[in-house]
């Protein structure tokens, strides 16, 4: 539904909650005033977006993507806001089937912005995640620094050192050998 359908909805309903109200149903005008919250509320906050969370919450991500693949156009049915957390949630589903994808979709939601850190410190530990796979050392180091720096809680600690750990294994250079590799003679 656009979003601005729901505000033509509210609308309507405080407009005939006002006329109950001059036509002394006072009861029923209170009732209608008191649910057009329900239509202001989903325009702030999308009800796929809410139900994906809702889902996430419970670690089911198969429930998650089914709610978010339920936003057909996302420019037309949200605000800036959530487009935000739409690509967010978008790369937290894809990214266990599309890393490529998931990278995408990570960097739409930090450029729409994110309201809580421990959000973005996902997300930049999700990108981080996806540079590493590409070969990306440097840029994957700058993205866990960040990371690190917006989880003021300690949530992600854990899976920062471990990513850490990961990225002291990775070879960049084109010269450079993997030290745990065996040397290999001319033929084999």
């Known amino acids: 539904m656009n979003k601005f359908i729901k505000l033509i909805i509210a609308a309507l309903m405080i407009a005939v909650g006002i006329y109950m109200f001059t036509d002394r149903e006072y009861g029923w005008g209170f009732i209608l005033i008191f649910l057009s919250i329900i239509p202001i509320l989903l325009f702030f906050r999308n009800e796929y977006i809410l139900l994906a969370f809702w889902q996430m919450r419970k670690q089911n991500i198969e429930g998650a993507k089914k709610w978010m693949n339920k936003i057909t156009r996302p420019e037309s049915q949200l605000v800036r806001k959530q487009m935000g957390y739409y690509n967010?949630?978008?790369?937290?589903?894809?990214?266990?089937?599309?890393?490529?994808?998931?990278?995408?979709?990570?960097?739409?939601?930090?450029?729409?912005?994110?309201?809580?850190?421990?959000?973005?410190?996902?997300?930049?530990?999700?990108?981080?995640g996806a540079v590493m796979a590409k070969g990306r050392k440097q840029e994957a180091e700058i993205l866990l620094k960040e990371a690190k720096q917006l989880d003021t809680q300690g949530m992600f600690t854990d899976q920062i050192k471990m990513m850490q750990e990961q990225?002291?294994?990775?070879?960049?250079?084109?010269n450079m050998q993997n030290p745990h590799m065996r040397k290999r003679g001319k033929y084999f």
């Open 167 to 174: 990225m002291k294994r990775i070879n960049v250079g084109k």
């Open 88 to 128: 967010y949630m978008m790369g937290i589903t894809e990214a266990q089937s599309n890393v490529n994808l998931a990278e995408k979709y990570m960097r739409k939601a930090l450029e729409y912005g994110l309201s809580f850190k421990h959000d973005r410190a996902m997300a930049k530990m999700s990108l981080a």
